[in-house]
Each structure stands twice: as C-alpha cells, then as structure tokens.
C-alpha cells in the first residue's frame, strides 16, 4: 500500500511478483544511466566554459564552476541510487531463482510420492526374496543338467590312475631305458609274376622253342620233305 493509501484508508495494493518487479528495476537503471551520461556531458561543459573565461570573465566562470558542484552532486547521488537498485535487483534475482528451485523440487517430490504411492517396501522385500530364491532354484536346475549322471560315471578313477601310471612307466622305459619297440611285420612278397612279367616270360619261352626246333635234325628232315 503506498504512502497516500495508508494516509486516506485506500485500498490495499497487489503486490508485484519478483520478475515484474525485477523488470521495474532494470528500466529503472537504465533510465538513471541515461541521466548519468548526460550529467557527466553537462559537467564537461560547464568545466569547459570555466577554463575559457578563467582570464577573460572570473564572474562567469564562477557560475560555470558553481553549477558544476551542482551537477556532480547530482552525479554522486545517481551513483549511490543505482548501487542500492543494482543490489536490491540482485536479491530479487536471487530470491526468484531460489522460487524457481524449491518449485521444481516440490514438483519432483510430488512426482516421486506419486510413483511411490502403489508401492508397499514390505512387498518389495518380498519380490526379492522371491527373486533371490527362484535364482537359486535356477542354479540348481543349472548344476543337477550339468552333472554327468549317466554319461560316464560309473567310471572309477583309481583304475584311471593306474592306466596313466602304466603309459607314463611304459614311456620312461623307451625314452630313458631304451627298451627297443617290436618291429612291425612287413608284408610278404607276391609270388606270382605280375601280367607284365608273365607277357615277357611267356614270349622268352616261345622263342628258346623255336631255337631249339631249328637245332633239332629230325626236325629240318620233316621240314625239307614237306617242302
């Protein structure tokens, strides 16, 4: 409620929210920068004026010089209100970002509250007893599949054992001792010529006959007669 309004029993007042206000006060700088920079002109100006008649006209540059302190104490206040407006904008800004947090908290516990909502923690205990044992149902299921029960294990391992002592001695024999290893049979040779060699065979025997019909004197009788 402003100043009038409490005086005359007007009524109350909405109050701005932090942005509007926010906006309020940066229109605020900025207008009171402008009104610094042309303050500032002013007073090079009068300083000015003051130099060019500090020999020629003392009276008017004391007016020049006088309204100088007037303008720069101006200037100095200007200052001191921009400082507390930049301040006060800063808090706003701030208290407006906190505003903005803790709503977007709240809203995020809302949320979680809501998916929590359906939930009993001791349910949840629960399921996962439930989970873990079924796990462990699982493993079992896994290690009774993998267990060779019928494939082998009526095998008995002593006898393994002895097996393996056995080729490691019959080893150490060869390869220290020396004991020579049997020497494997070898196929017999084939007694019968092969159809090659009974071909030429063959033909060697006709021909030792034909010589010895040649030699043979009955025979070149019979031989002259028939001819």
Do not use: C, Y
Request: proline residues 4%; glycine residues 4%.
């Amino acid at each position: 409620m402003s100043f009038f309004g409490k005086m005359f029993g007007g009524k109350k007042e909405v109050a701005p929210t932090t942005g509007e206000a926010i906006q309020k006060l940066r229109e605020t700088e900025n207008m009171l920068i402008k009104k610094q920079e042309f303050l500032e002109a002013k007073i090079e100006d009068e300083l000015n004026i003051a130099r060019k008649n500090a020999s020629k006209n003392k009276r008017v540059a004391l007016q020049a010089l006088k309204k100088k302190k007037r303008l720069e104490k101006q200037l100095q206040q200007i200052d001191g209100t921009l400082s507390t407006i930049e301040m006060q904008r800063e808090a706003l800004e701030s208290a407006n970002t906190n505003t903005a947090v803790l709503t977007t908290m709240k809203n995020a516990a809302d949320a979680l509250k809501t998916a929590h909502q359906n939930m009993d923690v001791d349910k949840v205990h629960d399921m996962m007893d439930d989970i873990a044992e079924q796990q462990d149902v699982a493993r079992e299921i896994s290690d009774a599949i993998s267990n060779p029960v019928a494939f082998g294990a009526d095998l008995d391992d002593e006898d393994l054992e002895r097996e393996l002592d056995e080729l490691e001695q019959e080893n150490f024999d060869k390869e220290i001792i020396g004991i020579p290893e049997p020497t494997p049979t070898l196929p017999e040779a084939p007694t019968e010529d092969l159809p090659e060699k009974a071909k030429e065979k063959k033909k060697a025997t006709t021909t030792t006959a034909v010589a010895s019909d040649d030699d043979d004197p009955d025979m070149k009788q019979l031989l002259s007669w028939s001819n």
